[in-house]
């Protein structure tokens, strides 16, 4: 059974930086396209970004530029690397994964806060 954890979250000021780790067990991360999402406070789930099996990645413009999507098959971990942070960011950030772009996410962790301060 596939596995995902987030681990990263906190607190940080406005401008700061953080950097997420999302784990998986139970299968290669390397068969993946994995995911970022969060989901703020009386908001939907929104993408993040993804990263797919070359390394190549897509985000949303609301991030692009501020974070970066990564993966260390090796280690089973995907990362999400986040700067400039603005209260904007604040939200449960989700990772997951699917086989392919067309495929849904099949697989999500429980998420892990991230609370920008002013």
């Known amino acids: 059974q596939v596995q995902l954890v987030e681990s990263g979250g906190g607190l940080v000021q406005a401008g700061g930086s953080l950097r997420l780790s999302c784990t998986v067990s139970g299968g290669a991360l390397s068969r993946y396209v994995m995911g970022w999402f969060r989901q703020a406070p009386g908001k939907e789930r929104e993408f993040v970004g993804e990263i797919f099996w070359s390394g190549i990645t897509s985000y949303s413009n609301s991030v692009k530029g501020r974070f970066t999507i990564s993966r260390d098959n090796a280690k089973n971990t995907a990362y999400l690397q986040m700067n400039s942070l603005n209260a904007e960011d604040t939200a449960v950030y989700y990772c997951?994964?699917?086989?392919?772009?067309?495929?849904?996410?099949?697989?999500w962790g429980q998420g892990t806060q991230v609370t920008v301060s002013s």
């Open positions: 997951g994964c699917r086989l392919s772009p067309g495929a849904p996410y099949h697989y």
